[in-house]
């Protein structure tokens, strides 16, 4: 009976933020179809994979994660490597059983407790992904916001699959501007700027409808009458491009099945191992970028994602779907559109499913460039140019790992970017010469009190994030924290961002936090970052 309680009381809980949470799905719903089908088409696999990767990643993903706003689904990153293993491994059943096997790997990783990677990434290189995901958004969405849709949608690699690249595509866009779509293109950006600047402020009912569901509407309507107009009308190659099946029989036709015949040849496991390498990387990085765009500084549990992914991608390896990750544009998408909690995840994946099943031919009535304004909005606030001088301000230790790893992504790709980002950031730290392994310790005064000190040590980076985030997570409530600064010389602007985001969980805690150091003690400091009285540097010294 308790259980049974219990079970509702948890349900229940799950719906009591569906005013933020179903509107928040609508828009990343949205964003989330054209991707699906073009990073599909990107991977050389069956449509209507994308979207089973897409449905699954939000339902069942969604339902085991412990990622509040993350959002799962078919990634960009692997779509070079679904293209060239269906090639190597001679069929797209052959592939499937690949995409299986991931799926147990990753479920291995978690087992092994190999989630702790994501914390080993500097605030810096996650800022820069971030930021170089934004740019290429709206790099990438420029062309078809003017009706130049050669290069499918969920691209990200510079060197395009049309022959171009990145910057040569906008700048071939004068020679091939379709009116129709750059038309209903600035009629639905104007609706999401008019609605997120003006009428959300306005009443509540602005909040519960998104400013890019109208747009999407308008974009349906305005095809609709000008379909038939020589000048105004957009092609059906403008416009999202869902499979119809005839029948349900011909809708189950869609689904296809692993080969397990395959699982003896050595070449299906190596693609399996690098899918679960690279899936679970870009899961790690995506979840510790989610949780830093988080307004209210959820900790996602890394190893709790692995099996959450490994499980999905053992579903969609059995019933023909790509390989899913965490994806960092819809996780975005999903916060700023006022998303709260996984039921946003959730219901969107249900959407998709719904949506391809009962409204495939509405669906392929959206143009292009209406989705496109919808990303370049999305975008933009990855990207804000004040995030620029802002890194410019905290010092070249977290300013040059910070645009390594935009350049890198802007003019390579995602994993490439980061890469290069992390390593510089570690050559950064290399040469701070740090060689401290007793950066933590903790002494428990408790006596029944809960009074806990946690003394830093000399020098304390981002190397250290890790343990620091578990040991303020696990703190238990009613605490007194005592957070003893007195021999720290160097704090690294990683660590300073940890104690500032504990802030919000400790007054919900009820924690009472004490900061002694040489520079004095505070009782409950409003701001670790004001305390430091950050200027030029970020990896503040406190000697």
């Known amino acids: 009976m308790l259980k049974n309680n219990a079970s509702a009381k948890v349900n229940l809980s799950m719906f009591k933020n569906i005013k933020s949470d179903l509107p928040a799905s609508i828009v990343v719903f949205f964003v989330a179809l054209p991707l699906c089908l073009g990073i599909a088409l990107a991977s050389g696999a069956p449509l209507f994979s994308g979207v089973i990767a897409g449905v699954v990643g939000g339902v069942v993903v969604g339902s085991l994660s412990g990622s509040k706003l993350g959002v799962s689904g078919p990634a960009a990153g692997l779509a070079a490597i679904v293209l060239a293993a269906i090639s190597s491994l001679g069929s797209y059943e052959n592939f499937l059983?690949?995409?299986?096997?991931?799926?147990?790997?990753?479920?291995?990783?978690?087992?092994?407790?190999?989630?702790?990677?994501?914390?080993?990434?500097?605030?810096?290189?996650?800022?820069?992904?971030?930021?170089?995901i934004g740019i290429i958004i709206i790099l990438k969405q420029i062309p078809h916001f003017f009706g130049y849709d050669a290069e499918l949608e969920g691209a990200d690699s510079f060197v395009e699959s049309s022959g171009e690249n990145t910057f040569s595509a906008i700048f071939n866009i004068t020679?091939?501007?379709?009116?129709?779509?750059?038309?209903?293109?600035?009629?639905?950006?104007?609706i999401i700027l008019f609605w997120d600047k003006v009428l959300a402020k306005k009443a509540k009912i602005f909040q519960v409808i998104q400013g890019p569901l109208v747009a999407v509407v308008a974009g349906i309507v305005y095809f609709a009458l000008t379909q038939n107009h020589d000048t105004l009308?957009?092609?059906?190659?403008?416009?999202?491009?869902?499979?119809?099946?005839?029948?349900?029989?011909?809708f189950?036709?869609?689904?296809?099945?692993?080969?397990?015949?395959?699982?003896?040849n050595p070449d299906v496991w190596v693609v399996a191992f690098t899918i679960a390498l690279v899936a679970s990387l870009e899961t790690l990085l995506s979840v510790e970028a989610t949780d830093k765009l988080d307004p209210h500084k959820n900790v996602t549990p890394t190893n709790r994602e692995l099996l959450a992914q490994g499980t999905g991608n053992i579903i969609v390896g059995l019933i023909g779907g790509l390989p899913i990750t965490q994806v960092i544009v819809r996780s975005s998408a999903n916060i700023q559109s006022g998303g709260m909690s996984k039921l946003s995840t959730i219901i969107h994946g249900f959407l998709l499913l719904i949506s391809v099943v009962v409204i495939p031919k509405l669906l392929n009535m959206i143009p292009l460039s209406v989705l496109a304004a919808i990303l370049l909005v999305v975008g933009y606030k990855l990207a804000k140019p004040s995030l620029f001088v802002k890194m410019h301000k905290l010092g070249w230790k977290q300013s040059i790992p910070f645009t390594v790893t935009v350049l890198g992504i802007v003019f390579i790709d995602l994993l490439w970017g980061i890469g290069l980002g992390l390593a510089v950031g570690i050559v950064v730290i290399l040469l701070k010469s740090y060689q401290n392994s007793h950066f933590l310790h903790i002494e428990?005064?408790?006596?029944?009190?809960?009074?806990?000190?946690?003394?830093?040590?000399?020098?304390?980076?981002?190397?250290?994030?890790?343990?620091?985030?578990?040991?303020?997570?696990?703190?238990?409530?009613?605490?007194?924290?005592e957070i003893n600064l007195i021999k720290t010389r160097y704090l690294d602007n990683d660590i300073i961002e940890i104690l500032e985001d504990f802030l919000l969980k400790a007054e919900e805690r009820n924690i009472d936090i004490k900061l002694v150091s040489k520079?004095?003690?505070?009782?409950?400091?409003?701001?670790?970052?004001?305390?430091?009285?950050?200027?030029?540097?970020?990896?503040l010294s406190l000697s």
């Open 444 to 481: 428990d005064n408790s006596n029944g009190k809960h009074k806990i000190k946690m003394t830093l040590a000399e020098e304390v980076t981002f190397f250290n994030k890790g343990a620091i985030l578990k040991e303020l997570d696990s703190l238990p409530i009613d605490t007194y924290l």
């Open 175 to 190: 020679d091939h501007i379709i009116l129709g779509s750059l038309v209903i293109g600035l009629i639905g950006l104007g």
């Open 252 to 264: 189950l036709g869609q689904f296809s099945f692993p080969n397990f015949a395959a699982i003896t």
């Open 233 to 250: 009308g957009i092609a059906s190659s403008h416009l999202v491009s869902v499979p119809i099946p005839e029948d349900f029989s011909s």
């Open 519 to 539: 520079r004095g003690v505070v009782e409950n400091p409003s701001s670790f970052i004001k305390f430091f009285n950050e200027r030029e540097k970020s990896n």
């Open 97 to 132: 059983v690949a995409v299986v096997l991931g799926g147990v790997i990753q479920i291995i990783f978690s087992i092994l407790k190999a989630g702790v990677i994501g914390y080993y990434f500097p605030s810096s290189v996650i800022k820069g992904m971030l930021t170089g």
